[in-house]
């Protein structure tokens, strides 16, 4: 199975949005909609910020939103702000019952 | 609160046998899905394998011949070993559970594979 698609680095200055494209196939991203975003300091364990495409779990800001669009989910973040600097992930099941990762993308705050 | 521990040795020889444990503990390890992902260090995350609480499993692919993972439920845990390691095994090593998303995640363990 090949890793997802995710640009190498976004960036943007604080308050305004940005957003993270994840690019898979017909047999990952565009089969299921079970996909997942990963926020991760340095050093840290990744946390989970959306799954099922656009779900957000309890305590995570509204200021993320998910979605996605055929073989390709994007992860949004609006309003940014200083802690949003961090590396993001987005993963996906597949039609072998694997789960896949993307490469991941360094988002720089401005 | 459900939290995980992985546990196990920092540095493991080439060609020998990783092995590790997570012990999850704030709840239950029935009805769920855990899984096993690495992290080389400076690089991006890859799914290893996980194992349902009744003991079925599925693997990545790339490394599916050298996995595997299994349970302990008197225990409340469960174990990755992976045979036949070279210097490309070496990684921060996360357990976390599954559920349509990894909700919950170990601190991870460095593991170096190095003679």
């Known amino acids: 199975q090949s890793a997802l698609t995710q640009p190498a680095s976004v960036s943007g200055s604080p308050g305004q949005s940005i957003t993270i494209s994840c690019t898979g196939t017909?047999?990952?991203?565009?089969?299921?909609?079970?996909v997942s975003w990963y926020q991760q300091h340095p050093g840290k364990a990744p946390k989970l910020m959306i799954y099922?495409?656009?779900n957000r779990p309890s305590g995570v800001s509204n200021r993320f939103s998910g979605s996605k669009s055929g073989n390709t989910a994007s992860l949004t973040i609006s309003g940014l702000q200083a802690e949003d600097e961090a590396d993001y992930y987005c993963?996906?099941?597949?039609?072998?019952?694997?789960?896949?990762f993307g490469g991941g993308t360094k988002l720089t705050v401005l | 609160q459900v939290q995980l521990q992985e546990s196990g040795p920092g540095l493991v020889k080439p060609s020998e046998t990783l092995s590790l444990t997570c012990n999850v503990s704030?709840?239950?390890?029935?009805?769920?899905?855990w899984s096993w992902i690495r992290q080389p260090p400076g690089k991006g995350l890859e799914w290893i394998g996980y194992?349902?609480?009744?003991?079925?499993?599925n693997y990545n692919p790339s490394l599916k011949s050298r996995v595997t993972i299994s349970v302990d439920r008197s225990k409340n845990q469960f174990s990755l070993k992976l045979s036949s390691v070279t210097a490309a095994d070496t990684a921060v090593y996360y357990c976390?559970?599954?559920?349509?998303?990894?909700?919950?995640w170990g601190q991870g363990t460095l593991v170096t594979v190095s003679s």
């Open positions: 704030g709840g239950s390890i029935s009805s769920y899905y």
């Open positions: 993963s996906s099941y597949t039609s072998s019952s694997t789960v896949v």
């Open positions: 017909s047999s990952d991203v565009g089969a299921y909609n079970y």
């Open positions: 194992i349902y609480s009744s003991g079925s499993t």
């Open positions: 976390a559970r599954d559920i349509t998303g990894f909700d919950c």
């Open positions: 099922d495409v656009s």
